[in-house]
């Protein structure tokens, strides 16, 4: 069955400490992954997506995320963490093939920032 | 332009009445998408439009959960008689026909008393 797992539901970390969010899937064909963040109060933000060519992708806000087929992960990064960080990311795999637009989304993971 | 919007922002009913949940899309938007998202979860496909063609209703969980989209504009997320497992936030969404980015509106948030 398709599925996304987010292991960690909740982590913190310093401000300008580095950042990794786990994110692994299951999905019978060639995935179409993204990453969200929902910060509180407003709506949900795409922060970067992988379709195809470089495996490393990079998007807004610093963040980027590499895409490891042979372990079917694809963890978002970043280098050094600013408090504004602070909200709810969610990974998102899907076809986005013919009519079949549904994305599968992981339970997310809640980023807290110490200062 | 405007983003994706959805009101009302909240709504509380009671069980057993019906509610009308709105989106405007994003001018342009030839698709929208309604999710559901419930506390501590992740996103739930509800239904999916793309300009004329037949909806993907795939999603909706049972037959009290109906949605409708007048061309490529306004849609209404109805729930009918509703259920306290019904309390959740409802997300709307939209984008270009073959784009890969959906754009979310702030949501719905429903609580059934």
């Known amino acids: 069955a398709q599925s996304v797992t987010q292991p960690d539901i909740h982590i913190t970390v310093s401000e300008g400490a580095s950042l990794e969010l786990r994110c692994n899937y299951s999905y019978g064909a060639t995935p179409y992954l993204f990453w969200y963040v929902q910060s509180p109060g407003q709506g949900l933000q795409l922060l970067l997506k992988?379709?195809?060519?470089d495996t490393l992708v990079q998007g807004i806000k610093g963040f980027e995320a590499e895409f490891k087929r042979s372990q079917s992960s694809f963890n978002l990064r970043k280098p050094s963490v600013h408090w504004s960080d602070a909200a709810e990311y969610f990974c998102?795999?899907?076809?986005?093939?013919?009519?079949?637009?549904?994305?599968?989304w992981g339970l997310g993971t809640s980023l807290a920032v110490n200062p | 332009g405007a983003g994706v919007s959805q009101s009302p922002s909240n709504k509380v009913t009671e069980k057993g009445k019906d509610v009308e949940l709105r989106c405007d899309p994003i001018?342009?938007?030839?698709?929208l998408y309604w999710y559901r998202q419930r506390l501590g979860q992740g996103l739930e496909f509800l239904i999916y439009?793309?300009?004329?063609?037949?909806?993907?209703k795939s999603g909706l969980p049972s037959d009290r959960f109906s949605a409708e989209r007048t061309g490529e504009s306004v849609s209404t997320l109805t729930i009918q008689r509703t259920q306290q497992e019904d309390s959740a936030v409802y997300l709307c969404a939209s984008s270009f026909a073959g784009e890969e980015t959906q754009y979310f509106g702030p949501g719905t948030r429903l609580l059934v008393l």
């Open positions: 998102a795999v899907g076809p986005y093939a013919g009519n079949n637009r549904k994305l599968i």
């Open positions: 001018s342009g938007h030839t698709a």
């Open positions: 439009f793309q300009g004329n063609s037949a909806p993907d």
């Open positions: 992988y379709f195809s060519g």
